[in-house]
T-cell receptor, first 112, second 111 residues
Framework: DTGVSQDPRHKITKRGQNVTFRCDPISEHNRLYWYRQTLGQGPEFLTY????????KSRLLSDRFSAERPKGSFSTLEIQRTEQGDSAMYLC??????????FGSGTQLSVL | GESVGLHLPTLSVQEGDNSIINCAYSNSASDYFIWYKQESGKGPQFIID?????DKRQGQRVTVLLNKTVKHLSLQIAATQPGDSAVYFC??????????FGTGTRLQVFP
């Protein structure tokens, strides 16, 4: 399977805990994006990388959120001190820039 | 701020009929538009795209129309099938920047 891979598919956590998600993009893609999606809404942009450089972060990305792409391949998104409002689907996508985005199946986060 | 929106939140069509899903965008500088299909529990799946130097593009059973004058985008699905049931999003971008998504239209296909 050469698509975008996300892990885990589902995560249930208690409020206040930290969680980390992983994304493996399509191998030849230099750009990697994180989006968040709540029920009935379109995906909302969080941040993106070109290779290992984080080029843009949305205002939605509070200081409890951090994303990394240390070697320009896979990426991690960490949420510290989770809140119930963080419950959402976290989507990762990749492309070669100037092309359509390919999305993974997402990580569904539920904060209890 | 810039946004992409949809006129109809839910569209119900009979199997075999044609479907038209509409989208309005507000950023006149947007130069690339994409339609995505999303099924429950899955990530968005690419359907078709169009650049601003075109006004129509056709794929297999799908056609995208772009009207830059009124900043309107539509997706036409011919001979709609039960497997087309999903939520459809339009998305726009400018200068290969991030994609901005609308809120989606749910397409329901009934026999």
């Amino acid at each position: 399977d050469t698509g975008v891979s996300q892990d885990p598919r589902h995560k249930i956590t208690k409020r206040g805990q930290n969680v980390t998600f992983r994304c493996d993009p399509i191998s030849e893609h230099n750009r990697l994006y994180w989006y968040r999606q709540t029920l009935g809404q379109g995906p909302e942009f969080l941040t993106y990388f070109q290779n290992e450089a984080q080029l843009e972060k949305s205002r939605l990305l509070s200081d409890r959120f951090s994303a990394e792409r240390p070697k320009g391949s896979f990426s991690t998104l960490e949420i510290q001190r989770t809140e119930q409002g963080d419950s959402a689907m976290y989507l990762c996508a990749s492309n070669r820039g100037n092309e359509k985005l390919f999305f993974g199946s997402g990580t569904q986060l539920s904060v209890l | 701020g810039e946004s992409v929106g949809l006129h109809l939140p839910t569209l119900s069509v009979q199997e075999g009929d044609n479907s038209i899903i509409n989208c309005a965008y507000s950023n006149s500088a947007s130069d690339y538009f994409i339609w995505y299909k999303q099924e429950s529990g899955k990530g968005p799946q690419f359907i078709i795209d169009i650049r601003s130097n075109m006004d129509k593009r056709q794929g297999q059973r799908v056609t995208v129309l772009l009207n830059k004058t009124v900043k309107h985008l539509s997706l036409q699905i011919a001979a709609t099938q039960p497997g087309d049931s999903a939520v459809y999003f339009c998305a726009e971008t400018h200068n290969t920047d991030k994609l901005i998504f609308g809120t989606g239209t749910r397409l329901q296909v009934f026999p």
